[in-house]
């Protein structure tokens, strides 16, 4: 009848990877919108992504996008973003279209229901870490490398891993899709202790035009 519970979610154990994403008045109010003192190197605007490829951003998809803050703060830009989630301990897709945007119920393990080359960008932030397989993760980003359109734009957001993995396993299948780096930041990820040597990687990263 109301979504006032779920206000309340940080005190009931709940899934934690998005615990407070329902309080819009909170963390959610401020996420794209500048760059805040801490992780600012890895924190990038929305404003400061559209304006590298000004002009040209107009549609696009969100992977596992919580409650589609991301997407809000887009079509505030004219640029319509999809946003898939799973209804994980909350009524995620519900919340999202009665914020004026597009759901899409939408797992990581399956192929992304779009033609090829057709989307301007597309971001993740969280989702795709290191918890993912290494098989699962290169199906995913060449699954997004096939959709993308040349040119496009793959914000990297907030990527986590384990400082010695991201030499080792992730740049190399970064690197293996050949896309130009047009934004790159790595800071420690501090949240559980720094005994894990856990960092953020946050990139935007651009299609290229032409394989040779």
């Known amino acids: 009848k109301s979504f006032e519970c779920l206000n309340d979610r940080k005190n009931k154990g709940v899934f934690e990877d998005c615990i407070d994403c329902f309080e819009l008045d909170g963390r959610e109010s401020l996420r794209w919108t500048q760059r805040t003192s801490s992780y600012k190197d890895i924190n990038y605007s929305v404003e400061e992504v559209l304006e590298i490829k000004k002009g040209t951003i107009r549609i696009g998809l969100d992977i596992g996008g919580g409650t589609a803050s991301f997407a809000v703060r887009m079509m505030e830009h004219n640029v319509t973003i999809i946003t898939t989630s799973l209804n994980l301990n909350g009524p995620f897709n519900n919340f999202i279209a009665l914020r004026g945007v597009v759901p899409l119920h939408l797992s990581i393990a399956?192929?992304?229901?779009?033609?090829?080359?057709?989307?301007?960008?597309?971001?993740?932030?969280?989702?795709?870490?290191?918890?993912?397989?290494?098989?699962?993760?290169?199906?995913?980003?060449?699954?997004?490398?096939?959709?993308?359109?040349?040119?496009?734009?793959?914000?990297l957001d907030h990527f986590f891993c384990i400082e010695h993995q991201l030499k080792k396993s992730y740049l190399p299948l970064i690197n293996k899709l050949g896309y130009k780096k047009l934004k790159w930041g790595i800071a420690p990820k501090l949240d559980r202790g720094e005994d894990l040597h856990e960092i953020y990687l946050s990139a935007v990263l651009e299609k290229p035009l032409s394989r040779r």
Do not use: A, C
């Open 110 to 155: 399956q192929r992304l229901p779009f033609f090829d080359n057709t989307l301007d960008i597309i971001h993740s932030m969280h989702v795709l870490s290191n918890w993912i397989p290494s098989m699962t993760l290169e199906f995913i980003l060449f699954d997004i490398d096939r959709v993308l359109r040349p040119g496009g734009i793959f914000w």
